[in-house]
């Protein structure tokens, strides 16, 4: 069920901000090194392997999914304030966590590639994982004169994509969807 549902934003998210983003059926994609080579059966070796991969690609999907709906400074109190009770936090922590357990994903390095490797998205995330987290601590950051919140969102709105047609593609190419 959480897959679904997540998997349906996804599908939505990706629609809207893949000609943002550069990708498409013309979209050129650079040769990159693959993280772990070609040895892509260390992901599907044992299904703790892929669970763990699982889920971390649906955590990460949810940070983005709540990041996409940070859009004022209200939202920021919404979604940190301890006493409203919520089943997800942002912890720009956790998401670093999971990013290094995707980090083992490999490029999709075929002529035909869609987007970006997924090495050169690591570095993207890992910095929206930054101004998160220097968001939280101001509490204010569409007031705070920094311009934190807006640059949050559009990173949000790239890793939307990068996510739905990046991973799930390095997922599937594991053997792990």
């Known amino acids: 069920m959480r897959a679904l549902l997540f998997t349906s934003f ?7 901000w893949l000609a943002a983003a550069g990708c498409g059926s013309g979209a050129v994609v650079s040769e990159t090194a693959d993280k772990v ?7 599907t070796e044992g299904g703790s392997d892929c669970q763990a991969l ?19 400074d209200l939202a920021y109190k919404r979604l940190t304030d301890p006493e409203i009770a919520s089943a997800f936090k ?10 290094e357990v995707l980090s083992v994903l490999p ?18 995330l890992r910095t929206l ?6 968001n939280l601590l101001s509490g ?31 997922m599937r190419r594991v053997g792990c969807q």
């Open 129 to 134: 994982a930054d101004v998160l987290e220097a």
């Open 140 to 170: 204010k950051p569409f007031s705070d004169g920094s311009g934190g919140g807006e640059k949050l969102l559009a990173m949000a709105k790239s890793a939307a994509v990068v996510y739905s047609v990046t991973v799930d593609d390095a």
């Open 54 to 72: 699982a889920d971390a690609q649906l955590d990460l999907g949810l940070h983005v999914n709540f990041m996409l709906r940070l859009d004022t």
């Open 107 to 124: 490029d999709d390095d075929s002529p035909d590639a869609i987007c970006q490797p997924w090495s050169q998205a690591l570095p993207e």
């Open 90 to 99: 942002l912890d720009p922590a956790r998401l670093r966590r999971d990013l």
């Open 10 to 16: 996804l599908g939505a998210a990706a629609g809207c």
């Open 37 to 43: 080579g070609n040895d892509s059966a260390a992901a």
